[in-house]
């Protein structure tokens, strides 16, 4: 859709709100900036894939202290989602998105240059504050910026952002690799072409922090402030029509509620709003199903079961371009069918697929300590890790982002958003610390694990998961 597309969006509940003009090409551009944030979040957390093998070889290192090293940046996540909303509340949303990228470019350059697994894992705690930053700041801005109408298109930039991240940094892995001979291997200046893996996030991390800087507050955030002039400019650039009521009913918002703070999630449901409780455990069955060990371990996985390097980094971009796809295809069907058919969807499909690899695994025989598959099993094998990777992209990849962003009311956004995306790094943080360990006992034990979560999301999302599609921020 071009510049000046008149769209309509519809308000929830029947308030009576006329419909809205907007202009999509202007939200689209200032929602893939702030989704930018997304695609280092993704490039960062993978590019820890190709490394595994080669920095464990180095540094000599048991699968508890790797487990450890790879999740580390996750530990970082969890404080820097923890912070970001407030943060944004008091020093705005593009601010946030600068801190980050400097994050990201000052871990990259550290994890480049590592010379032991203890500053390996400060530089990658350092990229975490980036990634958590990151994962909370772009869907709230998304969020803020976009009309209702097509605020679940635009949301799910970010999940698209995040898997382009993800097959940037694969692809990366396996040309530099490749290159070099290996990821252990001496590329160039003298360096292993795992340290080149690390180092080139340097070029996202500037290009986010420059593009940061060209896209304006948001309108939320300035009324807030009292910059009300600015947010009409910014409101300007994006509504056609309905810009004066859009800036009241922000302001009566802001008026009727007070400054967000973590005081405000409780409740009486253990302690915590039943609508605070339900963002975090979308967060954490978004991540109990395992969908990251697939980004993280796939291809040490491929090599255990008996794949050489090369197919294991090229399985590892395959992957990752069916997540692209199918994360395309998301984005077309989250405003027509809704949020919460889109993962009792997803969660079925992963619930077969990951049955069927933990079936697998559990099944092969051993040698050498290691299941071996045969040809059948290992594609059967490669089907259903790539079809959990379907289903897991078409709906809890880019649905829990979207609700996340846009559930919460504006009194409790910024912090519920925040606890969210924490409990989301520390569930992230569990599941990768672990795998190595559980894999040891057998790769059926922590397949069959995610197969019960999967289990367990979908009568979730059954149950409590409420459905948002077509509401204004300002009704919920």
Known sequence: MSEGHQATGNSAGGTGESDEDF?????LMLATVAALGGFLFGFDTAV???????????????????????????????????????????????????????????????????????DLTIWRV??????????????AYIAEIAPASIRGRLGSLQQLAIVLGIFVALLTNAWLAGVAGGAAEELWLGLD????????????????????????????????????????????GILKTGIDDRIREIGTTIKRETKSSFAD???????????????????????????????????????SVGFDEDTALAQSVITSVTNIVVTLIAIGLIDKIGRRKLLAIGSTGMLICLGTLAWIFAS??????????????????????????????????????VLLGEMFNNRVRGAALGL?????????????????????????????????????????????????????????
């Open 48 to 118: 820890i894939n190709g490394t595994v093998t080669a920095v464990r070889e180095q540094f000599d290192l048991s699968s508890g202290v790797i487990g450890f090293v790879v999740s580390s940046a996750l530990l970082g996540c969890v404080v820097g989602a923890f912070i970001a909303g407030r943060l944004a509340d008091r020093i705005g949303r593009v601010r946030v998105m600068e801190i980050a990228a400097v994050l990201f470019f000052v871990s990259s350059i550290g994890s480049a240059l590592a010379f032991g697994p203890i």
């Open 364 to 401: 092969a025989p051993l040698v050498d300590g290691e299941p071996a598959l045969g040809d059948t099993q290992g594609v059967i094998a490669l089907i259903a890790a790539n079809g959990f990777v379907v289903f897991f992209g078409v709906s809890w990849g880019p649905a829990v982002w």
């Open 126 to 139: 350092i990229g975490g504050l980036g990634v958590g930053a990151a994962s909370v700041i772009a869907p």
């Open 23 to 27: 202009y999509v090409g202007r939200a």
């Open 193 to 236: 072409a795992w340290r080149w893996m690390f180092g080139i996030e340097i070029i996202p991390a500037i290009a986010y922090g420059v593009l940061a800087t060209t896209i304006p507050e948001s309108p939320r955030y300035l009324v807030q402030v009292g910059r009300t002039d600015e947010a009409r400019d910014t409101l300007a």
């Open 420 to 476: 969210a995306a924490s409990v989301q790094w520390i569930a992230n943080f569990g599941v990768s610390a672990t795998f190595p360990g559980l894999a040891d006992i057998s790769l059926g034990v922590p397949y069959g694990l995610y197969t019960l979560f999967a289990l367990l999301s979908l009568v979730f999302v059954l149950k409590y998961v409420p459905e948002t599609k077509g509401k204004q921020l300002e009704d919920m």
């Open 265 to 303: 999630l409780k409740g009486p449901a253990l302690g915590l709003l039943p609508i605070v409780w339900i963002g975090v455990l979308l967060s954490v069955f978004q991540q109990f199903v395992g969908i990251n060990v697939i980004f993280y371990y796939s291809s040490t996985l491929w090599l």
